[in-house]
C-alpha cells in the first residue's frame, strides 16, 4: 500500500524558515516525480513544486521561487520542502503528492504551516 | 497564463441523479486534464486523469470527456459517499506547472 507522510508543519513567526518532510512507503520513491501542494480556504488547491526522480530537475510556483527549496534522498525513501522567508500567504495545508501520468494519484494526510506573529 | 474555470461552485442533488462538472480553460489544453474528489479534513483522491481516464478503484459511475476548451466530469447516480468537493486540474507541457480549478461542491439538496 502506498503511503505518504508529511511532518514537519507548526507555528513560524513571519520571516522564518521551516522544513516539510515526507516518508514514502510501499512504493519505489526513485521511480516516480514527486510534488509539493498546498490549500488554503481562501485560495483552494496550489501546486508548490515538484521534482524528478533523480532530483536533477526542480519546478516551482512563481510564489515561491527563491524562497523554497524542494529535494528528495531516494536511498531514505524521503520527500523535503525547505521554506524561507515566510509569509503570511504561506499558510496553509502543505500535501506531499506523488505524480503519475501528470496528475497526483497519492497523497499524504498534510501538514499545516501557520506563519503568524 | 491559463485560467481554469469550474461550473457550478455549488451544486445541490439527491441520490441517484446524474451530475455533471465542467472545466474551462481560457486557452486550449491538451489532454493532461485531472479530477478529484475530496471531503472535509481528507487529502484529494485522484479519480480521472488524462481527461477520460478511470483511476484503478474508482466506480464506474465516474466518467470524464473533454471537447476543445472544456472538460466534464460526470456522476451518473449519485451515492451518499459522492458529496464532496471536486476540483479539475491541468498540466502544463511547455512549462511544468499544474493548476487547479477552484473546486465544485456537491451537496445534499
Known amino acids: 500500500e502506498v503511503q505518504l507522510v508529511e511532518s514537519g508543519g507548526g507555528l513560524v513567526l513571519p520571516g522564518g524558515s521551516l522544513r516539510l518532510s515526507c516518508a514514502a512507503s510501499?512504493?519505489?520513491?526513485?521511480?516516480?516525480?514527486m510534488s509539493w501542494v498546498r490549500q488554503t480556504p481562501g485560495k483552494g488547491l496550489e501546486w508548490v513544486a515538484h521534482i524528478n526522480q533523480d532530483g536533477s530537475e526542480k519546478y516551482y510556483v512563481d510564489s515561491v521561487k527563491g524562497r523554497f527549496t524542494i529535494s528528495r534522498d531516494n536511498a531514505d525513501n524521503s520527500l523535503y520542502l525547505q521554506m524561507n522567508s515566510l509569509t503570511a500567504e504561506d499558510t496553509a495545508v502543505y500535501y506531499c503528492?506523488?505524480?503519475?501520468?501528470?496528475?497526483?494519484?497519492?497523497w499524504g494526510q498534510g501538514t499545516l504551516v501557520t506563519v503568524s506573529s | 497564463d491559463i485560467q481554469m474555470t469550474q461550473s457550478p461552485s455549488t451544486l445541490s442533488a439527491s441520490v441517484g441523479d446524474r451530475v455533471t462538472i465542467t472545466c474551462r480553460a481560457s486557452?486550449?489544453?491538451?489532454?493532461?486534464l485531472a479530477w478529484y474528489q475530496q471531503k472535509p479534513g481528507k487529502a484529494p483522491k485522484l479519480l480521472i486523469y488524462k481527461a477520460s481516464i478511470l483511476e484503478t478503484g474508482v466506480p464506474s459511475r465516474f466518467s470524464g470527456s473533454a471537447s476543445g476548451t472544456e472538460f466534464t466530469l460526470t456522476i451518473t447516480s449519485l451515492q451518499p459517499d459522492d458529496f464532496a468537493t471536486y476540483y479539475c486540474?491541468?498540466?502544463?507541457?511547455?512549462?511544468?506547472?499544474?493548476?487547479f480549478g477552484p473546486g465544485t461542491k456537491v451537496d445534499i439538496q
Open positions: 486540474q491541468h498540466y502544463k507541457t511547455y512549462f511544468p506547472a499544474f493548476s
Open positions: 510501499g512504493f519505489t520513491l526513485n521511480s516516480y516525480l
Open positions: 486557452q486550449s489544453l491538451s489532454n493532461w
Open positions: 503528492a506523488r505524480l503519475a501520468i501528470w496528475s497526483f494519484d497519492n
